[in-house]
């Protein structure tokens, strides 16, 4: 599973050939979630408060980063890095 992003603990991945709807995974520590790309939601798992803000945060500035890799990931291409929070 393709890393996308790296920032303050917190690992953003996303799989290739995904099932709909869009959506990423991250993980923190032992913490594990799912985030929809469009609404920017967790749709499974949990994130502490802190990191979850950090997170969908991250997902609003990045909504098209995040919906251009995954249409590469439905196609098994490459996907791009994506600017972590600073």
Same mark, same amino acid.
């Given at each position: 599973?393709?890393? #996308? $992003?790296? !920032? !303050?603990?917190?690992?953003?991945?996303?799989?290739? @050939?995904?099932?709909? %709807? %869009?959506? !990423?995974?991250?993980?923190? $520590? =032992?913490?594990?979630?799912? +985030?929809?790309?469009?609404?920017? #939601?967790?749709?499974?798992? !949990?994130? %502490? @408060?802190?990191?979850?803000?950090?997170?969908?945060?991250?997902?609003? #500035? /990045?909504?098209?980063?995040?919906?251009? @890799?995954? =249409?590469? $990931?439905? /196609?098994?291409?490459?996907?791009? %890095? +994506? @600017?972590?929070?600073?």
């Amino acid at each position: 599973m393709p890393e #996308i $992003s790296l !920032f !303050f603990g917190i690992r953003v991945t996303m799989y290739w @050939n995904e099932h709909n %709807p %869009p959506h !990423f995974h991250v993980e923190y $520590s =032992e913490y594990k979630a799912t +985030i929809l790309i469009q609404d920017c #939601i967790v749709d499974r798992g !949990f994130l %502490p @408060n802190k990191q979850l803000k950090l997170v969908l945060a991250w997902c609003e #500035i /990045h909504k098209d980063e995040l919906m251009q @890799n995954w =249409e590469l $990931s439905k /196609h098994n291409k490459p996907m791009n %890095p +994506i @600017n972590p929070l600073v």
